[in-house]
């Protein structure tokens, strides 16, 4: 037998302090039949300051058992048929630790999909649902992943879950509750309850708006968390496999990471607290970039001399720009210049350099790119059917107007 939903008690008393109305949420707080109780006073179940002026009480109530519990009382006065009443909703906080259950529950796992299992079951059984099913909804068709039933029924469909998704808001009908769960505007989630007699309360329903307020907290940190985690990889993996060489320092100069290229520029080891001063052939530079970086000024590609650990020096571009990242770190790039003129002329040798297309004609392009084709240059426009040898460029990959690097068309 499943445990009916969770309502407030509705009472209506005389001025006096007797009950005259009996709601069936005061039946199922209190234990007490209608006929048991109405006609006796009101501080049979609850003892307040005052009455006749209303007012909002948080006092000890009674149930038939003899059992205390904390309440949250609400007395308005009101009439009818010239008769004074007052109507008293009494709510019992000490079966409202749902919210406190859920929270509690979804803290134990890394996803709110994990989670939900257990949370369809709390909910369940703590507000006295007959079922409760979970809807991933952010996909291009709704996807039922959980249904928990108090007593094992058959899976069923309410009609209201395409309706949430659309709409994002709350949904109801005569036998089902429908209640969105919302990362930024976006249904992610669609919880979906059943009751048998199709009456769902204020206070249930402002319980599972608390409810599916904090799920849709927890998916965006979800979410942020694993988006932050991919970012963290995707950097971490630029900043290892970058041609030019990459560190990471303290404001004082002392690197605290750094990237293979970065070692292998310097002929260290290991780069790890290692002064950046001791880098360059001149220290004083440093001081200089220090200063003009402590005033964020960012430093770009400035011409310096490095110093390799066996004391030759080379010439090399040098970037430093501060992080905001609650340390005040500093991110360095350096390019060797040298490695970087007898890279573009092999490359120029090798592969032919670069050529730049405009309007369907090649409008530049380097000695070494005729020399591969074997093209003697002209003073009238060439078109890549020129250069097309042995089918070798993808010419229908190439738009208009666009400057490539040509091993980019080799198959």
């Known amino acids: 037998m499943r445990r009916p939903p969770v309502t407030d008690a509705v009472v209506a008393a005389a001025p006096s302090g007797e009950i ?67 109507s008293v909703v009494i709510r ?69 879950v395409e309706r949430v998704r659309r709409g994002g808001e709350r949904m109801v009908n005569e036998e089902a509750m429908a209640i969105p769960v919302l990362d930024r505007a976006t249904v992610v989630y669609v919880i979906e309850l059943f009751c048998a007699d199709g009456e769902f309360s204020a206070a249930v329903t402002d319980e599972l708006a608390r409810i599916a307020a904090s799920a849709g907290h927890f998916v965006s940190r979800e979410r942020m968390s694993v988006a932050l985690r991919v970012s963290e990889e995707r950097y971490r993996r630029l900043f290892n496999e970058s041609v030019a060489a990459v560190c990471a320092a303290s404001p004082r100069g002392v690197i605290t990471a750094a990237n293979p290229t970065f070692t292998q520029m310097f002929g260290l080891d290991d780069a790890h607290e290692v002064r950046l001063e001791t880098l360059l052939a001149d220290r004083a530079e440093w001081k200089r970039i220090a200063r003009e970086v402590e005033r964020r000024h960012p430093v770009a ?37 040298d490695a970087a003129h ?50 070798q460029l993808l010419l229908a990959d190439m738009p208009r107007g666009d400057s490539r690097g040509i091993g980019n068309f080799f198959r």
């Not at 928990?148 to 309410?158: L, T, Y």
């Not at 650990?309 to 005040?328: A, E, I, K, N, Y």
């Open 20 to 86: 005259v109305f009996w709601g069936r949420g005061a039946q199922q707080t209190f234990g007490y039949s209608a006929t048991e109780i109405v006609g006796k006073p009101l501080s049979t179940i609850v003892k307040l300051p005052r009455l006749r002026n209303g007012g909002t009480f948080r006092v000890d109530a009674t149930r038939k058992s003899g059992e205390s519990f904390r309440a949250g009382v609400v007395v308005e006065p009101w009439s009818r048929d010239g008769d004074a009443l007052m």
């Open 92 to 160: 019992d906080e000490s079966r409202w630790s749902l919210f406190a259950d859920f929270v509690d529950i979804v803290s134990q796992y890394t996803s709110f999909a994990a989670a939900a299992p257990r949370v369809a079951e709390a909910i369940g059984r703590a507000l006295g649902f007959d079922a409760v099913a979970m809807w991933i909804a952010d996909e291009p068709k709704p996807r039922r992943t959980v249904w928990w039933s108090a007593d094992g029924a058959p899976m069923r469909e309410s009609g209201l």
């Open 301 to 337: 590609h400035r011409e310096v001399q490095g110093l390799r650990t066996d004391q030759t020096p080379f010439w090399m571009l040098l970037s430093v720009t501060p992080l905001v990242d609650g340390r005040d770190s500093l991110l360095i790039t350096a390019i060797d210049i």
């Open 342 to 391: 007898t890279f573009a002329e092999a490359h120029e040798l090798s592969i032919g350099g670069v050529f730049e297309l405009g309007e369907g004609n090649v409008v530049r392009a380097s000695d070494g790119l005729y020399r591969m084709f074997g093209i003697v240059p002209q003073s009238r426009p060439l078109t890549l059917r020129h250069f097309q040898t042995a089918n």
